[in-house]
């Protein structure tokens, strides 16, 4: 699942070293120079100390609390208005449609914009956004086509929000404190869905229109905190091609490079895929038991839980052991907990899988994205993670909506007992691929030579 969805990553490190030598903002070879060291300093500002990280932290901590407020509530609407699981599947695929038609254009423009005033502008957009959705609710009207433009747009802005925050964190933090930072990140994220989905799911019970009220309000304390972060956060103009066409094939072309980059993306996007049948699933599975939206967002909030546990442990993990072994270690405990959901119909049991799913998931999480932060040049950090997020998170929206149709024609469980059945083969898929040593030997001879970064 991705990192809006219990238990899976939103993107993966490169099998590679866990051991090599971060980079971050600075020359290679000559002292950090970014805001996370002042001038004339030995050391660098510690991160609790660091203002522009605190700030961006605390920021883009309101926007994800925002966005999970009112993700589950947009399926909930049309579940509990009695809505087909189809009509609840094409919900979710408007949600999750822009990880498929929008991550790599909106790599391109991160890397030739401000970072900064894209997440602002991100923030304001979506305020109107979830607003235009509590205004209508508020006097018990429900449009359907109107609900599946808001989450579209939702989706759209929330990826450029993510990839901006993401190449905005080198420019504010030291090479040795980006581990750390990252994974505070995630950490934060996980966090901001294990308070969302319960928050959401208590208030859409208390009001339809609640959880889309309080995610307006969120998105303005996020603007305001923002503001207060100052720019500019560009890449350097003079490595940002003057197509944005060429641009993009740049970034495809440098994921493409990497074998080992390229499997592991493909086995996380399949593993996504069926995340994603799961959530929709257990969201009918508690609708036909008689029990709440509440229970719901209990069991993704265990989720959460894991995932935030996950998130903590990613950065030791990488520094402990190569990725193609948490490439592996991942899949295989993938392939044990996600057949024992979909034999279950018993909350507890339920939250406990997923908070197991989401634990491994938050931990390979944080991996992957320190080590593909690592090894990305400054200037085309939008454009790789954009590469990255579209494989591993787009097919979320596929999954959303054939998970739809097939639990409409066959049933819940078949189709997530079918679902945990590929998960086995992609664990297999990953023992063959990374059991042997190419993965290192690939990262080892390549990617020292693609790793520094200027500015």
């Known amino acids: 699942m991705t990192q809006t969805k219990a238990g899976g990553p939103d993107s993966v490190a490169a099998p590679g070293t866990p051991g090599q030598p971060p980079v971050g903002p600075g020359t290679p070879g000559q002292p950090p120079t970014g805001p996370g060291v002042p001038s004339g300093a030995d050391k660098p500002v510690p991160l609790g100390r660091n203002r522009p990280f605190l700030l961006l932290w605390t920021g883009s901590g309101m926007a994800v609390l925002a966005e999970r407020f009112s993700a589950l509530p947009f399926t909930l609407v049309v579940v509990f208005a009695g809505y087909s699981k189809t009509v609840a599947g094409f919900v979710a695929f408007a949600a999750l449609l822009p990880m498929l038609l929008v991550q790599?254009?909106?790599?391109?423009?991160?890397?030739?914009?401000?970072?900064?005033?894209?997440?602002?502008?991100?923030?304001?957009?979506?305020?109107?956004?979830?607003?235009?959705?509590?205004?209508?609710?508020?006097?018990?009207?429900?449009?359907?086509?109107?609900?599946?433009?808001?989450?579209?747009?939702?989706?759209?802005?929330?990826?450029?929000?993510?990839?901006a925050e993401r190449a905005a964190v080198p420019n504010v933090v030291t090479r040795d404190q980006l581990p750390t930072a990252l994974a505070r990140n995630e950490a934060r994220g996980r966090a901001a869905a294990l308070a969302g989905h319960p928050a959401g799911g208590f208030l859409f019970e208390l009001a339809r229109w609640a959880p889309f009220a309080s995610s307006a309000v969120l998105y303005l304390f996020s603007f305001f905190t923002l503001l207060g972060l100052k720019g500019p956060m560009r890449a350097d103009p003079s490595k940002v091609r003057s197509s944005p066409v060429s641009g993009a094939i740049e970034g495809l072309a440098w994921?493409?490079?990497?074998?080992?980059?390229?499997?592991?993306?493909?086995?996380?996007?399949?593993?996504?895929?069926?995340?994603?049948?799961?959530?929709?699933?257990?969201?009918?599975?508690?609708k036909e038991d008689g029990r709440s939206a509440v229970t719901v967002s209990l069991i993704l909030a265990a989720g959460g839980i894991g995932g935030m546990c996950g998130a903590l442990l990613g950065g030791w993990w990488i520094r402990r052991q190569s990725i193609r072994y948490i490439m592996i270690i991942t899949h295989v405990g993938w392939a044990f907990t996600m057949p024992a959901a979909a034999l279950t119909r018993q909350p507890l049991a339920l939250g406990t899988l997923f908070f197991l799913l989401s634990l491994i998931g938050g931990a390979v999480t944080v991996a992957g994205i320190v080590h593909q932060s690592r090894m990305t040049p400054n200037h085309l950090q939008g454009r790789v993670g954009s590469v990255v997020l579209l494989l591993v998170s787009g097919t979320s929206a596929l999954g959303a909506i054939s998970a739809g149709w097939l639990m409409q024609d066959y049933g819940i469980q078949p189709v997530l007992l079918g679902f945990g059945a590929v998960m086995v083969v992609l664990a297999l898929i990953a023992i063959v691929t990374f059991a042997g040593a190419g993965a290192d030997r690939e990262a080892a001879e390549k990617e020292p030579a693609a790793t520094p970064r200027t500015g």
């Open 255 to 286: 994921v493409w490079q990497k074998k080992y980059f390229r499997v592991a993306l493909l086995l996380v996007a399949g593993s996504n895929l069926l995340f994603q049948g799961l959530i929709l699933g257990v969201q009918f599975i508690i």
């Open 104 to 163: 790599l254009p909106a790599g391109v423009l991160v890397d030739r914009w401000d970072r900064r005033k894209i997440m602002i502008w991100a923030d304001v957009i979506r305020l109107c956004g979830v607003t235009s959705i509590a205004v209508p609710l508020f006097f018990g009207r429900l449009f359907l086509w109107h609900l599946f433009t808001v989450a579209f747009l939702q989706g759209t802005l929330t990826i450029f929000y993510q990839l």
